[in-house]
């Protein structure tokens, strides 16, 4: 059975695993040359996902 060291180490990896992914769709976000699709509400890329409210 695992002990809860063994998934707090395991947590952390993830933690650390999460940053790296966070950090790499930033990355694609930032050079993409975005193709937004329209809502009333928000603007989606359909490239790289990206969202961007328009409510004011
Ligand atoms: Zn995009």
């Not at 040359?33 to 890329?45: E, G, K, L, N, S």
């Amino acid at each position: 059975m695992r002990t809860a060291v063994d998934i707090q180490r395991d947590m952390q990896e993830l933690q650390r695993r999460l940053e790296q992914l966070k950090q790499e769709l930033s990355d694609l976000q930032h050079g993409c040359r975005h193709d937004f699709i329209r809502t009333p509400y928000m603007q989606m890329c359909r490239k790289c996902r990206m969202t961007e409210s328009l409510s004011w």
